[in-house]
């Protein structure tokens, strides 16, 4: 069989290899470049979640620090209150202190939730855009978020000395909760939504 001959029987082999290798780069490039959509889809997903859930856990922790620590202040109020009257067995001050103690308690291990799911869309959050200082600074405020403290009354306060106090403690406390628990978390709002169609690297 002449040279020509023996490459005219092959040509069918070849054109076959050519045409398997094409459709095998071509699913490979398919498969590729639907996966690097799937990802910036569910990368664009991530981050709108977590902006909403930042946003709803914001509002949600706010009430709950201020409503935690006004239990407080108004328990310590009433105790005393129910000090001045001289410690009775039965006071409806008392009462009051107890009540709002509980309701403390009760609010301390809500605040405790919604930490930990705060801390999950944060962290969400942080995989789904590229890490930097803007990002980073304000998140690692909110991982960090300490317990408020009261000022306590003056020593041997008056009734109208209670009353004063507890106004303000509550002003306070309103400020406080603003500044070290609301405000961060608007930071880190901020960035996600200033950034929240930035390109997505899929590597």
């Not at 008392?94 to 801390?119: G, P, V």
């Not at 300490?146 to 303000?168: E, F, N, R, Y």
Request: charged share 25%; no cysteine; hydrophobic share 40%.
């Amino acid at each position: 069989m002449s040279e020509n001959s023996q490459m005219l029987s092959m040509m069918p082999l070849y054109t076959a290899l050519i045409a398997l290798l094409g459709v095998t780069l071509g699913s490979f490039l398919t498969a590729r470049f639907s996966f690097k959509n799937q990802f910036r889809l569910a990368t664009y997903q991530s981050r709108q979640r977590s902006y909403a859930e930042l946003m709803g856990k914001k509002f949600l922790l706010q009430q709950l620090y201020v409503s935690r620590f006004e239990a407080l202040i108004f328990s310590d109020y009433h105790e005393r209150r129910w000090n001045l009257s001289g410690d009775p067995p039965t006071s409806l001050d008392l009462d009051e202190a107890k009540r709002w103690m509980h309701k403390s308690e009760d609010f301390a291990i809500d605040i405790a939730r919604t930490n930990q799911t705060l801390f999950e869309s944060v962290g969400l959050a942080r995989a789904s855009f590229p890490p930097n200082d803007e990002l980073e600074r304000p998140s690692d405020h909110v991982y960090r978020f300490g317990t408020p403290t009261i000022t306590q009354a003056a020593p041997g306060a008056d009734a109208a000395a209670l009353a004063a106090w507890k106004v303000k403690a509550v002003s306070d406390l309103q400020a406080l909760v603003k500044r070290e628990y609301s405000e961060p978390i608007d930071t880190l709002l901020v960035y996600l939504r200033k950034h929240m169609q930035d390109p997505v690297k899929s590597g």
